[in-house]
């Protein structure tokens, strides 16, 4: 009966083995301690629900204290949206400068062009005095054309020159402007290279003025003061002329013929410089 308890024994020795094994594996794993069901993944996870939660608690309260509408937004829409602004900010500054800059290139071209118009016009008006300059020189340099007047038989010259001249200044101051206008205009024909044939037109432009023959009367006045001579009549031949010319609605070839009487004649009477005043006025000159 021992024998069998001592075989029942040696029998069972290696299931005991294998137990008491177990035994002792399952007690170290016990001393092992156990991995955080937690790790780094879900506490950041965790975080964010609590911050989440956090957040609609204050959306809460603020609802209630306010009675208003809530915008619920998170936080990471919030900062986009705080950068989104920011950048429609920084376009429209840029924006604005553009805007800026492009008003200051406008004002300039707009200036450049009114600049430019303001030198074509005044090129436009000197090239028109120019012109108008160079008819006068051209008027002046050509013989003027004087219509003649059929003398009658009974009142017909002499041929001399001096006393056709003074048969002339005798009817003007006896008033006979018509026989004095055919005495001067005979003269001019007959002895236009005389050195009393510059005088002799004016005192016919004299006679033809009188007479309201204005283009007649601007033509001798020319002749006459060819060369602009330095006579006691040249300066009252240069009012004259003046005259004529705005008789005709010339005032621009008026305000010319004036320019040149202070230049050509500074020691004209105060008597002619009035005169001279007055043609200025009444032909509106500038200057």
């Known amino acids: 009966m021992i024998s069998s308890r001592v075989s029942s024994a040696l029998k069972a020795a290696p299931f005991l083995a294998v137990l008491i094994a177990v035994t002792a594996t399952f007690a170290a794993q016990a001393q092992t301690p156990m991995p955080d069901p937690l790790d780094d993944r879900s506490v950041r996870r965790l975080e964010k629900m609590e911050k989440v939660v956090r957040e609609l608690r204050a959306i809460v309260f603020q609802g209630r204290e306010s009675g208003k509408p809530v915008v619920v937004q998170d936080s990471e829409s919030a900062e986009l949206l705080a950068s989104l602004t920011e950048r429609i900010t920084d376009l429209e500054q840029s924006l604005t400068r553009n805007n800026a800059t492009s008003e200051g290139l406008t004002f300039d071209l707009d200036q450049t062009q009114k600049a430019l118009a303001r030198s074509e016009a ?16 051209v008027a002046l340099e050509t013989p003027p054309v004087v219509e003649a007047v059929e003398a009658t038989p009974a009142t017909e010259p002499p041929v001399d020159p001096a006393v056709l001249f003074a048969e002339g200044r005798k009817q003007m101051t006896e008033g006979d402007n018509a026989g004095a206008e055919t005495t001067f205009a005979r003269y001019v024909s ?81 008597a002619i410089m009035a005169r001279a005043q007055a043609a200025r006025l009444e032909a509106k000159c500038t200057g």
């Open 190 to 270: 007959s002895f236009g290279d005389n050195a009393k044939a510059p005088e002799a037109r004016y005192w016919l432009g004299k006679t033809l003025t009188a007479r309201g023959a204005n283009a007649e009367a601007a033509s001798a006045y020319i002749g006459a003061i060819r060369g602009w001579p330095k006579t006691a009549w040249a300066p009252d031949a240069v009012v004259e002329l003046s005259r004529a010319l705005i008789a005709q609605r010339l005032p621009v070839d008026a305000c010319q013929t004036l320019s040149e009487l202070p230049r050509r004649y500074p020691s004209a009477s105060t």
């Open 122 to 137: 005044a090129n436009k008006g000197l090239s028109e005095k120019l012109a108008s300059l160079e008819a006068r020189i």
